[in-house]
């Protein structure tokens, strides 16, 4: 069964960090654009950070540039985001999806251009792993 499973969310304080994980199963990573999205209680869902299917290639919203890091373990099959100086503000459902890695010319599909792709065409989301941040 092809899926992506996340986890490793969690309640913590403001300027706290934690890893979530996206595994794969049913599938092999290694040609696949992978992307973290998230979605806060009465907002629509938005995209967090992708990475290309080479890991040369990576996307963030501005809001999370410099305190989240994406990166992905082929051998393991999984990518990851670390969140550091984690805000109440990134309080949300995580969720992970893929897209293809190579356009049909062939050519490696950029991590922006991935996450703009799954943002629009994906619809296989999972359960996500929640995230809350709050003193």
């Known amino acids: 069964q092809v899926q992506l499973v996340e986890s490793g969310g969690g309640l913590v304080q403001p300027g706290d960090s934690l890893r979530l994980s996206c595994a794969a199963s049913?599938?092999?990573?290694?040609?696949?654009?992978i992307g973290w999205f998230r979605q806060a209680p009465g907002k629509e869902r938005e995209g967090v950070a992708s990475?290309?299917?080479?890991?040369?290639?990576?996307y963030y919203t501005d809001s999370v540039k410099g305190r989240f890091t994406i990166s992905r373990d082929n051998a393991k099959n999984t990518v990851y985001l670390q969140m550091n100086s984690l805000k109440p503000e990134d309080t949300a459902v995580y969720y992970c999806?893929?897209?293809?890695?190579?356009?049909?010319?062939?050519?490696?599909?950029?991590?922006?251009?991935?996450?703009?792709?799954?943002?629009?065409?994906?619809?296989?989301w999972g359960q996500g792993t929640q995230v809350t941040v709050s003193s």
């Open positions: 999806a893929r897209v293809y890695g190579r356009a049909t010319n062939g050519a490696l599909v950029t991590a922006y251009d991935a996450m703009r792709a799954m943002a629009q065409t994906y619809n296989r």
């Open positions: 049913g599938f092999s990573l290694d040609y696949y654009a």
């Open positions: 990475i290309g299917s080479s890991t040369s290639s990576t």
